[in-house]
């Protein structure tokens, strides 16, 4: 069974830094792009960054470029997303998803993580 | 960017209805269009990858069709637990953008 954990998230201050790891399990991770989307509360879905099976190819929204850095393990079938200077309009749950394949879609995600950004 | 609307934003229907939501890219995608249902409090469920084919275990009154910018969520038949938000997003070209979504609701 597939299955994708997400965990790291939590309350941070303006400007403060927190790393979300995703745990992925149930299939061969090491063929897999792989994707982080995040949901504001009250909100829809953004996309905010995508990693290639073998780390060749990654891409980031505009909101988080420069500031947060996707990056995964192979051998610990981990997929992570380093956030540094967070602002309050990062404040949301972050999915981590698997690209189903050439089509792009996201067919298995995880339950998600809330990331609070407050002082 | 690959702009995505969707319409209506929100929809009131009843059990046994035929559902259409749209779905529109400000330039072509071609057919990389996928559709998710999104419960309260739960991730999202793919249902539609490349305008119109059925991921695996989803019922088969879910439909999509459409090509270049413009695209369709058919749902034949509404049951209860259809009741959620759906959003489209497209896969051609990073960023890979969500629309805003469409609340089905009952009436």
């Known amino acids: 069974e597939v299955q994708l954990v997400e965990f790291g998230g939590g309350l941070v201050q303006p400007g403060g830094s927190l790393r979300l790891s995703c745990a992925a399990s149930g299939f061969t991770f090491s063929s897999y792009t792989m994707n982080w989307v995040r949901q504001a509360p009250g909100k829809g879905l953004e996309w905010v960054s995508y990693?290639?099976?073998?780390?060749?190819?990654?891409y980031y929204a505009d909101s988080v470029k420069g500031r947060f850095t996707i990056s995964r393990d192979n051998v610990k079938n981990s997929l992570y997303l380093q956030m540094n200077s967070l602002r309050s309009e990062d404040t949301a749950v972050y999915y981590c998803?698997?690209?189903?394949?050439?089509?792009?879609?996201?067919?298995?995600w995880g339950q998600g993580t809330l990331v609070t950004v407050s002082s | 960017d690959i702009q995505m609307t969707q319409s209506p934003s929100s929809l009131s229907a009843s059990v046994g209805d035929r559902v259409i939501i749209t779905c529109r890219a400000s330039q072509s995608i071609s057919t990389y269009l996928n559709w998710y249902q999104q419960k309260p409090g739960q991730a999202p469920n793919l249902l539609i990858y490349v305008a119109s084919s059925l991921q695996s275990g989803v019922p088969s009154r879910f439909s999509g069709s459409g090509s270049g910018t413009d695209f369709t969520l058919t749902i034949s038949s509404l049951q209860p637990e259809d009741f959620a938000t759906y959003y489209c997003q497209q896969s051609f070209r990073p960023p890979f953008t969500f629309g805003p979504g469409t609340k089905v609701d009952i009436k």
């Open positions: 998803a698997r690209r189903k394949d050439s089509s792009g879609s996201n067919d298995y």
């Open positions: 990693i290639s099976s073998s780390s060749n190819t990654i």
